[in-house]
């Protein structure tokens, strides 16, 4: 009777991995099927390799690495990284955010709660672009009034720090950092489409975006917490092209490190990527990078 009971149960186990492997493999056969929806070539910059890898797992997936350009006041040199400066309460209410329902009333732990749902909506990836070069362009100004401040005051520890910082930013910002954008959202990826027809410079996906309301100013804030795809898996035919790339290093008796956290480094492969009909990400090809 046991073992029938424990037959039983592996079957049904089995007919459960089975349903579920297949399901994935039809949703990225739908998702390759026709012409992909985007198809850029991005570098280590806009797809990091982890920082560790386990020798139990053997995939391998990047992490997508994006950025916004968010709010920015008197009292901040830097932009926040996930508060889109665009993401403001009139396209929060385009997304289907209830924002007049809220607004008015008293502060209290539920009505908190409801506002802090979460919606998954569609968002349009600029690369190497308008917001990019926004970014550059305030760096560089920003360099130039330390700069200038520097020559008024050249033996300011204060001044010559910040220089320093501005300088190193600069570097960072032109070499190192993603030039992948959130610049926009919406809840029909036709329409945005229709507005950013170029497959080679515009991703749409999908992202997960959440609402904040600031009681006391009556501010309310857009965030993008996440994509709802945030990694691309390395295929195995790829591997003997990246992992010669990446240099592991043993870290642990159960890890290998790709890279240092705190050491930038110029990027060492380039990926060619596609977005399909559900908006996920696919590798087409890695091949290492020559500057």
Not at 24 to 45: A, C, D, H, K, M
């Amino acid at each position: 009777m046991k073992n029938h009971y424990a037959k039983k149960l592996f079957l049904i186990a089995f007919l459960v991995l089975a349903a579920t492997n297949l399901f994935v493999l039809f949703g990225v056969y739908t998702n390759r099927s026709g012409e992909p929806q985007s198809t850029l070539i991005l570098t280590e910059r806009e797809l990091q390799a982890p920082y560790q890898i386990s020798e139990e797992n053997s995939g391998l997936a990047l992490n997508i690495i994006w950025r916004s350009l968010g709010k920015k006041n008197e009292h901040q040199r830097f932009r926040s990284w996930y508060t889109p400066q665009w993401l403001d309460a009139e396209k929060l209410r385009s997304l289907g955010f209830d924002i007049d329902s809220f607004i008015d009333k008293e502060y209290n732990d539920e009505y908190y709660h409801a506002y802090s749902s979460t919606k998954e909506c569609f968002i349009v990836l600029e690369y190497n672009a308008e917001a990019y070069n926004t970014l550059l362009e305030e760096v560089l100004e920003e360099l130039k009034v330390q700069e200038d401040a520097l020559k008024s005051d050249p033996d300011n520890k204060a001044t010559q720090d910040l220089y320093k910082s501005e300088k190193a930013r600069l570097q960072s910002v032109q070499n190192y950092d993603t030039r992948l954008y959130a610049i926009d959202a919406g809840t029909d990826p036709q329409v945005l489409r229709e507005n950013y027809s170029d497959g080679s410079k515009y991703i749409i996906t999908k992202a997960q975006i959440r609402a904040s309301y600031i009681h006391d100013t009556k501010e309310v804030n857009g965030f993008i917490s996440r994509l709802s795809v945030v990694q691309v898996h390395v295929p195995t035919k790829f591997r003997q092209v990246i992992d010669p790339i990446l240099h592991y290093k043993q870290k642990s008796g159960t890890s290998f490190r790709t890279h240092d956290i705190t050491t930038s480094h110029a990027p060492r492969y380039k990926v060619t990527i596609a977005y399909g009909k559900r908006y996920e990400p696919w590798i087409v090809s890695i091949e290492p990078f020559k500057k």
